[in-house]
């Protein structure tokens, strides 16, 4: 395979000023367009802040010679939070049709080697890009992890019905012909962890290969102001969505048995999300108002400014992708408590952080408690640890490393045909 391969690269959410999925697919873009010719298909919400960037004086070097394709046309969002998801979901199955045919037209003017879909990176709406008659990647996807019904007496009724939903919703999506025949079809398809490719297994005999969704650089680790703090009380942080399944509700419980156990101990909590009232009753029922506070959704400087002031990010979500957040406080030397399962129990080691297996609230609530207390009695052992979090990130999930795997994953999607030729 040549270093200026023709990828059709397909990122329905992408942007250089956004972070989420539409961050992940831009640096997606910067990093392969190192390597490789680029025609990015985006949605076309997307078009003005792009050619914006082209056109400022940041652009990155690498992204000169790629190509922007919008694709699509604006909809309306409608204001029941229910009904606009299930919209998007359906005008995203139109968008994907139409980007199909935006590729054949482009391939017929100048060929494509290779369609990489990036984003969504979901795997219950499938990849309709074997249709193209072009090698394809999909990928790589995740999202198959989910909330046990174990856990739901921590959720609110709201996020208890959100929550039965997606698992019903994904039951079905795993039936659908689009997606088993994505699976089937497309010529290498890519698992963001270790959990989706388990699922996906389950659906296909053909190998599924684990590529981490993104990379990081030495540029977005913390600066000299990231210092554990020595003494006082122990600060803890969480930051991003405020929904049922990150486990905020069993943070606080633990936050609670830590107090009671004579540890001084405070929470900050940061981000917009359905479940914060039903978070503020129960800091109120535990009676542990005067140890955690409520913040708005911070950005920028503000964000990190939180981050340098923070001992541990309390993080025990039942599924994640990534889990950015999570990534971002490692990278500014803040150690992570995580649920040992989806994407946080495999990035996170004993080394950086504290993984708390998967059982019954009482017992992961007393593990959590365990955590905070030992991270409070040997501020060193957790200096240790926040360090080894950073170098954590930097050493397995570096650009070099994203590259090189998704090499191996267009190297075998090419294979077949140049045998053939």
């Known amino acids: 395979m040549t270093s200026r391969t023709h990828i059709a690269l397909i990122a329905v959410a992408c942007s250089p000023s956004q972070g989420s999925e539409l961050g992940l697919a831009w640096k997606a873009v910067v990093a392969l367009s190192e390597q490789h010719r680029l025609t990015v298909f985006v949605h076309c919400n997307h078009e003005h802040e792009i050619l914006d960037h082209l056109e400022s004086g940041n652009v990155e070097k690498s992204i000169a010679d790629a190509r922007f394709v919008f694709v699509g046309r604006t909809h309306q969002h409608n204001r029941n939070q229910a009904i606009a998801r299930l919209m998007n979901w359906h005008y995203y199955r139109i968008w994907l049709d139409e980007c199909v045919d935006a590729v054949i037209r482009e391939h017929r003017s100048d060929a494509f080697d290779l ?23 999909w990928g790589p996807v995740g999202g198959a992890g989910n909330v046990p019904f174990s856990a739901y007496g921590m959720l609110s009724t709201e996020a208890k019905i959100t929550e039965g939903l997606r698992t019903m919703i994904s039951k079905l999506y795993s039936l659908s012909p689009s997606f088993r025949r994505s ?85 900050r909590i940061a981000g917009p999300g359905p479940e914060v009232a039903h978070l503020q009753k129960n800091v109120a029922r535990l009676g542990i108002e005067d140890r955690v506070t409520f913040l708005p959704l911070l950005k920028g400087a503000d964000y990190r400014d939180i981050l340098n002031k923070s001992d541990i990010f309390l993080f025990p979500s039942f599924r994640e992708n990534i889990g950015m957040t999570m990534v971002d406080s490692m990278l500014h030397q803040v150690a992570p ?20 297996p998967v059982a019954a609230n009482p017992v992961i609530v007393e593990k959590i408690a365990d955590a905070i207390i030992q991270a409070d009695s040997d501020r060193r052992m957790l200096r240790k640890k926040a360090e080894a979090a950073k170098n954590r990130i930097l050493d397995s999930y570096s650009k070099p490393q994203y590259l090189r795997h998704v090499r191996v994953a267009y190297e075998k999607a090419l294979a077949p045909s140049r045998q053939n030729a």
């Not at 495999?346 to 708390?356: L, Q, S, Y």
């Open 183 to 267: 699976l089937e079809r497309n010529t290498v398809v890519l698992a963001s962890n270790q959990e989706t490719r388990h699922f996906l297994n389950k659906f296909t005999s053909r190998p599924v290969q684990v590529v981490f969704p993104t990379y990081f650089e030495p540029s977005e680790q913390g600066g000299p102001d990231s210092l554990l703090s020595e003494s006082g009380p122990l600060n803890c942080f969480y930051g991003g969505g405020i929904i049922g399944s990150k486990g905020i509700a069993l943070s606080f419980a633990a936050i609670a048995r830590a107090r009671d156990r004579g540890v001084d101990v405070v929470f």
């Open 115 to 137: 369609v990489h879909h990036v984003t969504y990176s979901t795997w219950r709406m499938g990849s309709p890009f074997y249709k193209t008659g072009i090698p394809s990647v």
């Open 337 to 356: 408590v995580v649920l040992d399962t989806s994407a946080p129990g495999e990035i996170v080691t004993p080394e950086c952080g504290w993984k708390i």
